[in-house]
């Protein structure tokens, strides 16, 4: 079993969606929960983390953790054609020197 | 957010050259940095934690001698391929740490690396 599990998709949805990305993990020692958003043949920029469980919000973007079901999710309100990308959750904690550890990337696309 | 360059973008070789991909974090100072390969379609793969003034650290599997890993000074860290083959065609990206609990990466935009 990975320590992080991601659907690749693809993903397709219209402009205009609500987009839902999860990730599910296994290592109840994880901390800190990021996504990161990689456009094609590009480095992966840092979208959101938060720490711990709990909701963060950024924008379009909101970042939620629950560590009881160790499960993570991202959504995107009002899809935009230049959100289509693959996105990455990352997650690290204390144990192992705070190694990142990335999920497989799911692929989106958004339809305009 | 802070910056990290990442040079060549894309490189072609023959077989049994070596090829060196720099990083450069440009406003700050990266005492350690992180060097993974990433297939098409897959995620990235940890191949070694570049340390400034000391040894590397690479992560099982991944050959010491044939990726040479660099890390002279705190805002530059170097990979080189030595001797590559068609096999070490793939995207080499680097990265830095905003701080010692690594929740915040700054990316390079990546090296595609091809071997004929």
């Known amino acids: 079993q990975k320590e992080v599990e991601q659907d690749p998709g693809p993903l397709s949805v219209p402009e205009g969606a609500i987009v839902s990305l999860n990730c599910t993990y296994s290592n109840s020692a994880f901390q800190y929960f990021m996504w990161y958003r990689q456009y094609s043949r590009k480095g992966p920029e840092l979208l959101m983390y938060t720490y711990s469980s709990g909701n963060k919000e950024d924008g379009r973007f909101t970042a939620q953790v629950d560590k009881s079901s160790k499960y993570i999710s991202l959504f995107i309100r009002d899809s935009q054609p230049s959100d289509s990308a693959t996105y990455l959750c990352a997650m690290s904690g204390n144990t192992g020197g705070f190694k990142t550890i990335f999920g497989a990337g799911t692929r989106l696309f958004v339809k305009a | 957010g802070a910056v990290v360059s990442q040079h060549p973008s894309w490189v072609i070789c023959k077989s049994g050259t070596s090829v060196k991909i720099e990083c450069r974090s440009l406003?700050?100072?990266?005492?350690?940095m992180f060097w993974y390969r990433q297939f098409p379609k897959q995620s990235l793969m940890l191949m070694a934690t570049?340390?400034?003034?000391?040894?590397?650290?690479?992560e099982q599997g991944v050959e010491k001698d044939k990726f040479l890993i660099n890390h002279a000074s705190l805002t530059l860290s170097t990979l080189t391929v030595t001797s590559a083959h068609p096999e070490d065609s793939s995207f080499y990206i680097c990265?830095?740490?905003?701080?010692?609990?690594?929740?915040?990466?700054?990316f390079g935009s990546g090296t595609q690396l091809s071997v004929l």
């Open positions: 990265s830095a740490p905003d701080g010692p609990t690594n929740e915040k990466l700054f």
């Open positions: 406003d700050f100072q990266a005492t350690t």
């Open positions: 570049s340390n400034e003034g000391s040894k590397a650290t690479y």
